[in-house]
């Protein structure tokens, strides 16, 4: 049991909304990671935080934001959602040390989003 | 920039056979190698990795990893196959460099499939 928690499990919305995910990371873990898992492929890597702060962000458009709260809890954002994001929706959390060096990631159960 | 490629995106192997899943990567910068493990409708799980040291990598479940600089390559293997091993297995390289630590780049899996 990793200590990683997303919500929900499974959503459901349709084009156009706009939909929040959280994510809870694992016990003195001060890093939260995004990734998206298209059905059939690998996770891709959205984005990062440190610090409350965006700590490096991969090729995803500015509608897909994130936050991280003092507790190193984290949301994810997607406005204006399209049907290809539809995917599972991973938050990883790590432990990034003084040197900024992160130690190894550990994963949520995801959560599946589904856009009609 | 660094990129993981995943051989044959689907094993089959008999229940105590050897298990073999290859894993190359691409990377400009000494890399930091994972191998997780994902079962249906869960997260990813960390079976093994390579920081520094020792090239042969021991993980859980009996799996075990060795880094080839030489060939760029991180393959997976498990003498004896068991029917609980069938399951997602995904390849990841990380740059654990300051402000690029904990991003995961993924190859796009490997469906581990077990006969009995």
């Known amino acids: 049991e990793t200590g990683v928690t997303q919500s929900p499990t499974h959503l459901i919305k349709t084009r156009g909304q706009q939909v929040t995910l959280r994510c809870s990371s694992q016990?003195?873990?001060?890093?939260v990671s995004w990734y998206q898992q298209a059905l059939g492929q690998g996770p891709q890597f959205i984005f990062q935080?440190?610090?409350?702060?965006?700590?490096g962000r991969g090729n995803f458009p500015p509608r897909f934001s994130g936050l991280q709260f003092p507790n190193y809890s984290s949301e994810l954002n997607v406005n204006a959602l399209e049907l290809d994001d539809s995917a599972l929706y991973l938050c990883a959390s790590s432990l990034n040390n003084l040197r900024g060096m992160n130690t190894e990631a550990f994963f949520g159960q995801g959560t599946r989003l589904t856009v009609v | 920039a660094q990129s993981v490629t995943q051989l044959g995106s689907h094993v089959s192997v008999s229940e105590g056979a050897l298990v073999l899943l290859r894993c190359n990567y691409s990377?400009?910068?000494?890399?930091?190698l994972f191998w997780y493990v994902q079962y249906p409708n869960q997260g990813l799980q960390l079976l093994l990795k390579?920081?520094?040291?020792?090239?042969l990598v021991k993980g859980i479940n009996g799996f075990e990893a060795e880094f080839k600089k030489s060939e760029t390559s991180f393959h997976l293997t498990k003498p004896s196959a068991h029917m609980s091993d069938a399951a997602e297995y995904f390849c990841a390289v990380s740059l654990m460099i300051y402000n690029q630590g904990g991003k995961l780049i993924f190859g796009q899996g490997t469906e581990l499939s077990v006969k009995p």
């Open positions: 935080y440190y610090r409350e702060e965006e700590n």
């Open positions: 016990s003195g873990h001060n890093t």
């Open positions: 390579y920081t520094t040291g020792a090239t």
């Open positions: 990377s400009s910068v000494p890399p930091y």
